[in-house]
């Protein structure tokens, strides 16, 4: 087992933002952590990565504690990608990469932290860019330079915040093509906290769905139904299958409906538009 989360609790100023999250993630795993605004996915995410404690619970990390490991030691297991990077300074991309060997590094960088850097820009193909200064880079482009960085820490877990937010159509698949690959060659765990249901629906081949802090559903794709839907966010979708693959469709705000905040008894997949 890769990572596995036991009844965390976590809360701000005794505000309850997390509350029983249970849920386990294996080798290889894409998991998407799905849900509307405020439901508690970024706030674990950083609790994952250790930037955050819980309250109460536990964090199996290999089936390590995370309480008994360092920040270093974390580091070198996971790969955090936040939802937004300040960049004040110019630097450049091969240096922004660079500060992801800092796990390794115990006073200066070796000639192999630049190698792997080097490599793992020209697999990314980024390698074009090495020179350029980051703040001049497009979104989509600075956001595969940050998961260049991520992956440069050699973690087996890579954590993404939103890694398609802002980004247009073309840039979400590339970043989302990327991470999958990854995933596939270098048996990294990827877990992204993400908003579109179809790019879920797409690459992903597990979520967990979050709704005023606590799982209201988790497993395959199949627990992407019309019903959890309108449950989690009050609306009403069509979902369709075409050459193998679902999508969702929006119909409608249920404002009169109140929005559910009970796990979901039915975790039926819908094969065809209904």
Same mark, same amino acid.
């Given at each position: 087992?890769?990572?596995?989360?036991?009844?965390?609790?976590?809360?701000?100023?005794?505000?309850?933002?997390?509350?029983?999250?249970?849920?386990?993630?294996?080798?290889?795993?894409?998991?998407?952590? =799905?849900?509307?605004?405020?439901?508690?996915?970024?706030?674990?995410?950083?609790?994952?990565?250790?930037?955050?404690?819980?309250?109460?619970?536990?964090?199996?990390?290999?089936?390590?504690?995370?309480?008994?490991?360092?920040?270093?030691?974390?580091?070198?297991?996971?790969?955090?990608?936040?939802?937004?990077?300040?960049? =004040?300074?110019?630097?450049?991309?091969?240096? #922004?990469?660079?500060?992801?060997?800092?796990?390794?590094?115990?006073?200066?960088?070796?000639?192999?932290?630049?190698?792997?850097?080097?490599?793992?820009?020209?697999?990314?193909?980024?390698?074009?860019?090495?020179?350029?200064?980051?703040?001049?880079?497009?979104?989509?482009?600075?956001?595969?330079?940050?998961?260049?960085?991520?992956?440069?820490?050699?973690?087996?877990?890579?954590?993404?915040?939103?890694? #398609?937010?802002?980004?247009?159509?073309?840039?979400?698949?590339?970043?989302?093509?990327?991470?999958?690959?990854?995933?596939?060659?270098?048996?990294?765990?990827?877990?992204?906290?993400?908003?579109?249901?179809?790019?879920?629906?797409?690459?992903?081949?597990?979520?967990?769905?979050?709704?005023?802090?606590?799982?209201?559903?988790?497993?395959?794709?199949?627990?992407?139904?019309?019903?959890?839907?309108?449950?989690?966010?009050?609306?009403?979708?069509?979902?369709?299958?075409?050459?193998?693959?679902?999508?969702?469709?929006?119909?409608?705000?249920?404002?009169?409906?109140?929005?559910?905040?009970?796990?979901?008894?039915?975790?039926?997949?819908?094969?065809?538009?209904?």
């Amino acid at each position: 087992m890769m990572l596995k989360i036991d009844e965390l609790y976590f809360s701000y100023n005794s505000v309850s933002i997390l509350k029983k999250i249970t849920f386990e993630v294996n080798y290889g795993d894409f998991l998407g952590i =799905i849900g509307p605004n405020g439901s508690g996915k970024t706030t674990l995410l950083r609790n994952i990565d250790g930037i955050l404690k819980p309250n109460k619970g536990s964090i199996l990390i290999e089936n390590v504690n995370q309480k008994q490991l360092t920040r270093k030691e974390i580091a070198r297991l996971i790969g955090y990608v936040p939802q937004r990077e300040a960049n =004040i300074f110019p630097t450049t991309v091969f240096e #922004t990469v660079l500060m992801g060997r800092k796990p390794h590094i115990n006073w200066t960088e070796t000639k192999e932290d630049r190698k792997i850097v080097a490599e793992t820009l020209e697999h990314l193909n980024l390698g074009a860019f090495a020179l350029r200064d980051i703040n001049q880079l497009s979104g989509g482009e600075r956001q595969k330079v940050y998961i260049a960085r991520a992956l440069v820490q050699q973690p087996k877990i890579l954590l993404l915040d939103e890694p #398609t937010a802002n980004l247009d159509l073309r840039h979400q698949i590339e970043v989302l093509d990327m991470l999958l690959n990854t995933k596939n060659e270098r048996g990294v765990t990827v877990i992204i906290a993400i908003h579109d249901l179809n790019l879920a629906l797409k690459y992903c081949d597990k979520v967990i769905i979050l709704n005023k802090g606590e799982v209201f559903a988790k497993g395959g794709k199949e627990v992407i139904n019309k019903e959890i839907i309108q449950n989690v966010y009050g609306v009403k979708v069509r979902i369709i299958e075409h050459e193998g693959q679902k999508f969702i469709i929006p119909i409608k705000n249920l404002e009169n409906t109140k929005i559910s905040s009970t796990k979901s008894s039915t975790l039926k997949e819908d094969k065809k538009e209904i």
